[in-house]
């Protein structure tokens, strides 16, 4: 074979076929049957119109609007809502002003709790937010303590699904509902990919199968009602919006100046950031997507 079809790389998960006598003949097994030609890539087709075309928006829902799919479950005042892995509270915040549920915001780290309580103490519907130190293996809560629980990118970090899982069917009221955002692998990302995105941003490998987290939400005592998924949206929105950073250019500057930034920033900054920027990247190309579920304790 030519040199030209030695160098052909085909698309991740494809393979390509040949008799053997023209690179013409190949055939790939992929969402495409064949590479395009020089022919059809330089043929009779207008790139400005298509390119137009792409530029169109799809009107993308953003990140906020998972705060609508919290209320579409119907809470309001008189509710206690668990905000578990909740940061600095303000998802908690959020749902507290537009709903006017109790939350309590539950987190495993210090300095988050501290934040937390910093924002509750300066917002203006604070006094309905707690921010309290916990674990979801083991959350600080009696059982049936809470009508909804509300879990936002957080249980990559964790190890044990069931347990945690079981966990909050235990502090949720019997039919209590819990609204579920995590971000999950598709059969695009490579192992490399993988491995980089899991190193720096202190994940789980196991927490990235759409499969391992619907089987361990069944046996924590779940039933799965719905299913959004918002695969790149909220990063359409937000690179639409012009709210977020450039993470194409972030990844550039991070891997051009490495040792310069490492002295400046620390290592574990340089890392966290440059996972953050992989994470992101990883969900507009559509081997990383965001799910969100509906689950109900049985």
């Known amino acids: 074979m030519g040199a030209a079809y030695d160098a052909f790389e085909p698309f991740p998960g494809a393979t390509i076929t040949s008799d053997d006598s023209t690179p013409s003949m190949r055939r790939m097994t992929n ?26 928006s799809l009107d993308p829902r953003p990140s906020s609007s998972i705060i609508d799919m919290f209320g579409a479950l119907g809470p309001g005042p ?24 109790r939350v309590i915001s539950v987190d495993p780290a210090e300095a988050n ?25 083991e959350i600080p809560a009696a059982d049936g303590a809470f009508d909804f629980v509300f879990s936002r990118d957080m ?5 044990d699904a069931e347990r945690a899982l079981g ?23 490579e192992p490399i990919e993988a491995a980089e995105v899991i190193g720096h941003t202190a994940a789980v490998p196991e927490r990235f199968s759409v499969e391992g987290f619907e089987s361990a939400a069944v046996a924590a005592g779940f039933s799965i009602e719905n ?14 919006a012009g709210t977020a950073s450039n993470y194409l250019l972030q990844v550039s ?23 953050n920027a992989l994470w ?19």
């Open 31 to 56: 969402e495409w049957s064949k590479p395009v030609t020089v022919e059809e890539m330089y043929g009779d087709w207008d790139w400005e119109a298509a390119v137009a075309a792409v530029d169109r």
């Open 78 to 101: 008189g509710d206690v809502v668990l905000d578990i892995g909740g940061r600095d509270a303000a998802n908690g915040l959020e749902i507290a002003k537009r709903y006017g549920c």
């Open 113 to 137: 709790i501290a934040d937390g309580q910093v924002a509750i103490a300066e917002h203006e519907f604070g006094e309905l937010v707690e921010a309290v130190h916990g674990f979801i293996e």
């Open 155 to 159: 249980f990559a970090h964790v190890a």
């Open 167 to 189: 966990e909050c069917a235990r502090v949720l009221a019997p039919s209590g509902l819990m609204l579920f955002h995590q971000v999950f692998a598709t059969d695009r990302l």
């Open 227 to 240: 299913v959004d998924v918002v695969g790149s949206e909220w990063y359409e929105a937000s690179q639409e």
């Open 253 to 275: 500057r991070l891997r051009r100046n490495k040792a310069a930034l490492i002295d400046e920033i620390g290592e574990v900054a340089y890392r966290v950031v440059y996972g």
């Open 280 to 298: 992101t990247i990883n969900q507009i190309l559509g081997k990383l997507e965001s799910r969100v579920y509906t689950l109900r304790r049985n």
